[in-house]
């Protein structure tokens, strides 16, 4: 590997690293902004002033707002997020089987939604502006364009309900096996990929029609290629930096958007763990979990940049 | 089909040829167009056509015609393109590509932009000779090399494992011709393969050509605007003109004895007499021991560089790309501040940086590109671009404005209907005008003209020069022109810098840079000029005393 790349990728994750910190002390202060006190929301309406002043002492509210996000910071590096205010429980090993949940079925959906939106994109480019064309991207846009929650109900509807083939209901436990796991992730996954599907489609079509404008996608024709082959051989590997970029987004809303989803098929996922702890007021959860998603998006994010890097074969070669 | 190939020797015989596009005019109703009209030409095995005409003759049309390709949604409308003893143009999408890169194979102007930046060259070069099974991957590899060879490419053996960005502009389109012969075509063509090249680079690529040519007896259509270089490679010559034929001929004849009038306009040398002027007692501009550099002082682009202009003169820059002509310019604007050195401008020295220049410093130093259609904005009609300059620097308005608009449209003799255009509706000459007019608007005393000539064809870059030849009579406006045409430096310049890798190797007046005895960097450049002449190739390259920077 030459060193300019590697300088590259190493900025790339340094600025990452700054930017997860930055993100840190915004979640840190906007929930110290929040109005309410921890203690009284642990306690209850009807706890003495004592009780609160002793509270307050233990948990260190009492301390500056700089020193009480070191520790919380230093915790965290340690792997500690603290104990749930609602039940007491560690944060970090219920987000653990939370999180594997969540990335199982963003994976599950991922697998199937990225292949195929670039596969329909390459096919709306060979038969471009004709009916195929227009099929793909009329349909990939539709099924966008419906809410999630309606997708979720009507593919529950037929195939939970009418052909009974898969289960409305997709609760899993660590002792649920593979299969079982893989067939409870089905109809969530599948509610997925056809929210996700159309924005990589469109992407792909419009990066890779912008370098069919180039002198040497004619060059390739002169060598009297067939057109499929030409998009795949000689235009897709120089669209690959845009496609991925948009892919990464993607998968970032799969990871952290997908609370609708989570909720409508009742998957113990990160999304649905967030919103309960939101409406109990439980600010260490929110906060560890709001920690995990910046952190999510800003690892895809550096994968798209350094994807794009690796793709350009002018840094991977230089002169 | 055997036999009608066995009983002629033609290889190519386009009959009647009619292309037609269809042009969406602004705020017209689209419309069809001819680009060529019922063109008819034959080609022999192992013989060489050069197509030759100003842009719009059909030149590249009629060439792409004989793989039955249309570029941008032109189409093929009529007549018939019998390659191999038979109508391609019937032969139907696969029938076409069987014979795309197998039977006629293409090299485009720009190599540079023809081959995919994403894949090595090698695999690149053997792709049509494996596509079309007329060889194994080692086969082709093998044929690559001995190609790459042939074609006197440094490396021959390893080349191919580069990408084409590490490979130089001439290098590449040397590879690109080794790719076309690879797939061992009946028939290249090859669209103005050396005219985005340096003149010095140019005579290698059109060496190594003809070489590869003649040893494989492969025909060829050579496209090109400069008859100069048509006449080294070509056995016979088909003059164009607007889509239709003006004139064939064998080479010898077409450039001795022209019959029609335009190919004699082409033909004779369009050599602007000019007297070169003494230079006055004292320059207004001059530029002491200038070193600049880009990249916070990594690449050194100029080395203590000196050079003077006179008013009312020109003085003429000279050299290959990356010789640092354009980076002076930049450094006489502000553009790239100079790291050491000074430019003084009527006795007082200028700021470096373009940002601390006064506007009457900024206003009497003017400049002119080589693209005039990017330089322009393409969304402002050309009243507007020329009065900008007008507004900025005097506060002209309203009607004091238009007048002194409509004098300068006068200058560049377009007249006063130009106003309200559009700059995507002027030819590129027309173009060229109006940007010269933008420059004399702010009445400045130095206008720099980069490479202003170099995209126009060669008839209408001479009216360009005439004009500025005029404009400097009336205006006493100063030039300092950029460029690497040696012939447009003859009709323009006062004095000549010839600059060599950011130094400049040789400074005088014109006679004086002219005359023998050459340094080995202007003699190279000054033979390397394609001179009209058959057998002038074969003598240019026996007689160099060094080899040119871009090989």
């Known amino acids: 590997m030459s060193s300019p790349i590697l300088r590259l990728v190493a900025q790339r994750i340094l600025l990452g690293l700054v930017l997860l910190l930055a993100v840190s002390v915004l979640i840190f202060a906007g929930t110290q902004i929040l109005p309410g006190d921890v ?45 749930a205010q609602s039940s007491g429980l560690d944060i970090a090993s219920s987000i653990g089987t939370r999180l594997k949940n969540t990335l199982f079925l963003a994976a599950c959906a991922a697998v199937v939604a990225v292949p195929l939106a670039v596969i329909l994109g390459l096919i ?88 069919m404008q180039s002198a040497y996608i004619e060059t390739a024709e002169l060598k009297g290629l067939k057109p499929f082959d030409i998009i795949r051989k000689h235009a897709f590997p120089n669209a690959i930096a845009p496609v991925v970029n948009v892919v990464m987004l993607n998968l970032a ?63 991977r070669h230089p002169k | 089909m055997a036999d009608t190939k066995a009983n002629s020797g033609k290889l190519l015989d386009i009959r009647n040829l009619r292309i037609e596009a269809t042009v969406y005019p602004p705020g017209e109703a689209p419309k069809t167009i001819t680009l060529v009209h019922d063109v008819s030409l034959t080609l022999e095995k ?76 090698i695999d690149q070069v053997v792709e049509a000779a494996m596509l079309h099974g007329t060889a194994t991957r080692a086969e082709a590899e093998k044929r690559a090399v001995a190609l790459f060879k042939k074609l006197s490419l440094p490396n021959p053996e390893t080349i191919g494992e580069r990408y084409p960005h590490q490979v130089s502009g001439g290098q590449l389109q040397r590879v690109m011709t080794a790719m076309a012969l690879c797939s061992e ?103 002491k021991n200038v070193t600049a550099a880009y990249g916070g002082g990594h690449v050194k682009v100029l080395k203590n560089v000196s050079v003077d202009i006179y008013p009312a003169q020109t003085l003429a820059v000279v050299g290959e790309s990356g010789s640092g002509k354009s980076t002076l310019a930049r450094a006489i604007t502000g553009l790239l501040p100079p790291e050491q050195g000074t430019v003084t401008f009527d006795g007082r020295s200028l700021a470096n940086r373009l940002a601390d220049r006064p506007k009457e410093d900024l206003r009497q130093l003017q400049m002119i590109y080589q693209m005039a259609d990017v330089a322009m904005n393409p969304r402002q009609t050309v009243g507007t671009i020329i009065g900008r300059p007008l507004e900025f620097y005097f506060g002209m308005k309203g009607r004091e404005r238009d007048k002194r608009v409509a004098e300068l449209l006068d200058e560049i003799e377009m007249g006063k209907g130009f106003v309200d ?65 040696l012939a447009t430096v003859k009709s323009i310049a006062d004095s000549i810098a010839v600059m060599y890798r950011g130094e400049v190797v040789r400074y005088g007046s014109k006679s004086k840079v002219l005359t023998p005895p050459f340094d080995a960097y202007t003699d190279l ?9 058959i057998g002038w190739l074969e003598k240019a390259i026996r007689g160099r005393r060094m080899e040119s920077a871009g090989n």
């Not at chain 1, 419906?146 to 209901?169: D, K, N, T």
């Not at chain 2, 032109?74 to 039977?103: M, Q, S, W, Y």
């Not at chain 2, 450049?525 to 002449?533: A, C, D, G, N």
């Open chain 2, 421 to 485: 255009r559009y700059p995507a509706e002027l030819s590129g000459g027309q173009k060229q005008r109006v940007c010269i007019a933008r420059s004399l608007a702010a009445k400045p005393k130095l206008i720099i003209c980069d490479e202003v000539t170099s995209a126009l064809d060669p008839l209408v870059a001479h009216g360009i020069l005439k004009l500025l030849l005029n404009l400097q009579q009336h205006e006493k406006v100063a030039y300092l022109f950029i460029t690497h045409d």
């Open chain 2, 185 to 287: 075509p009946d028939l290249i063509v090859f669209d103005e393969p050396t005219t985005a090249l340096d003149v010095t680079t140019q005579i290698d690529v059109l060496a190594a050509i003809k070489d590869a040519i003649r040893d494989t007896h492969v025909a060829a259509l050579y496209i090109t605007h400069d008859l100069a270089v048509v006449a080294q490679v070509s056995d016979e010559i088909m003059v164009l003109r607007h889509g239709r034929l003006v004139e064939w001929g064998g080479t010898q004849q077409i450039i001795k004895e022209p019959r029609q009038e335009y190919t004699n306009a082409l033909v004779s040398v369009h050599e602007i007499e000019h007297q070169e002027q003494q230079p006055g007692t004292t320059p207004f501009l001059s530029v």
């Open chain 2, 46 to 121: 192992g013989k060489v056509l050069g197509l030759i005409g100003e842009s719009g003759a059909g030149k590249s049309t009629i060439g792409l015609s004989s793989m039955a390709y249309g570029r941008g949604g032109v189409r093929i409308t009529g007549g018939e393109v019998i390659l191999n003893g038979r109508d391609i143009l019937k032969a139907g999408p696969k029938g076409v590509r069987a014979l795309r890169g197998r039977e006629v194979c293409y090299v485009a102007q720009s190599a540079a932009a023809a081959f995919n930046p994403a894949h090595k060259l």
């Open chain 1, 39 to 83: 203690a009284q929301a642990i306690l209850g309406q009807s706890a003495t002033p004592e009780a609160l002043t002793n509270l307050r002492e233990q948990l260190g509210l009492n301390d500056p707002a700089w020193l009480r996000y070191v520790h919380w910071l230093w915790g965290i590096l340690h792997g500690d997020f603290g104990t």
């Open chain 2, 525 to 533: 450049l000054l033979s390397s000029v394609p001179e009209m002449e």
């Open chain 1, 124 to 211: 709306a480019v060979r038969y471009r502006n004709g009916f195929v064309d227009k099929l793909i991207s009329g349909l990939a846009l539709a099924s966008t364009s419906f809410p999630e929650f309606f997708i979720g109900y009507v593919l529950i509807f037929l195939f939970a309900v009418h052909w009974q083939i898969f289960p409305s209901i997709s609760t899993v436990d660590d002792s649920t096996p593979f299969l079982e796991r893989l067939q409870a992730v089905v109809l969530p996954a599948t509610a997925l990929t056809l929210v996700v599907l159309a924005h990589m489609m469109r992407m792909t079509r419009a990066a890779i029609l912008n370098v």
């Open chain 1, 253 to 315: 809303y799969l990871i952290v958007g997908v609370v609708v989803v989570e909720v409508i098929f009742v998957y113990p996922g990160m999304g649905q763990y967030l919103v309960d702890h939101v409406a109990k007021r439980d600010v260490p959860v929110v906060q560890a979990v709001g920690l995990i998603f910046a952190a999510v998006y800003i690892t895809l994010n550096i994968v798209a940049d350094i994807a794009a890097i690796v793709a350009n074969p002018r840094l």
